[in-house]
């Protein structure tokens, strides 16, 4: 009986310990640190533009390269 109540107090030790972090987390959180969800349509329009502009302005500065010499 000993080893199972050591063991219940290690869980709820445990527990404790695992719900004062997350309410740590949570505290410790900006309200920005959600906003940039990857998943959102916004966001991947937005880095699929940069993306094109990346490669379209590459590709323009390296043929300006290629047909100077």
């Known amino acids: ?12 030790f445990n527990k404790k310990n695992r719900e004062d972090y997350e309410q740590l987390m949570k505290d410790s959180s900006t309200k920005l640190d959600g906003y940039w969800d990857k998943n959102n349509i916004f966001v991947r329009l937005l880095l699929l533009i940069l993306l094109v502009i990346i490669i379209v302005g590459s590709v323009y500065y390296i043929s300006l390269y290629l047909n100077s010499h």
Not at 1 to 12: A, C, P
């Open 1 to 12: 009986m000993k080893g199972l109540n050591h063991n219940e107090q290690e869980l709820q």
